[in-house]
């Protein structure tokens, strides 16, 4: 699996931005994708996901700011940024769960994209 985004910027703080992933490869297999970030100094925090299924999952800094959506047809995610804050300047990384369900039991494999910086001014 393949990820490639698409969207960063810079903003002014309140603006807002839209990140796209396209997944290419063996996207059958994926069970759901995300996004998380990484701020400077700061560790890997999940943004948003969705599953296959269309079900969604936020980080509690981004909620009801930030919606993920996705197209099945296109294998694409995209991330709705709103009321854009100085605390969302970060790397921004795709990422496609895989589970693969074998004799032994599930193994999980983790794809990223190479990320995309936002950077949100005062």
């Known amino acids: 699996v393949q990820l490639l985004e698409s969207g960063g910027g810079s903003v002014q703080s309140g603006g807002s931005l839209r990140l796209s992933c396209e997944a290419s490869?063996?996207?059958?297999?994926?069970?759901?994708m995300g996004w998380y970030r990484r701020a400077a100094g700061k560790e890997r925090e999940l943004v948003a996901s969705?599953?296959?299924?269309?079900?969604?999952n936020y980080g509690d800094s981004v909620k009801g700011r930030f919606i993920v959506s996705r197209d099945n047809a296109k294998n694409t995610i995209f991330l709705q940024m709103n009321s854009l804050k100085p605390e969302d300047t970060a790397v921004y990384y795709c990422?496609?769960?895989?589970?693969?369900?074998?004799?032994?039991?599930?193994?999980?494999?983790?794809?990223w994209g190479q990320g995309t910086q936002v950077t949100v001014s005062s």
């Open positions: 490869g063996r996207v059958s297999n994926i069970n759901a």
């Open positions: 969705i599953t296959n299924d269309g079900v969604t």
């Open positions: 990422h496609a769960l895989v589970i693969v369900t074998i004799i032994e039991g599930k193994t999980e494999f983790n794809y």
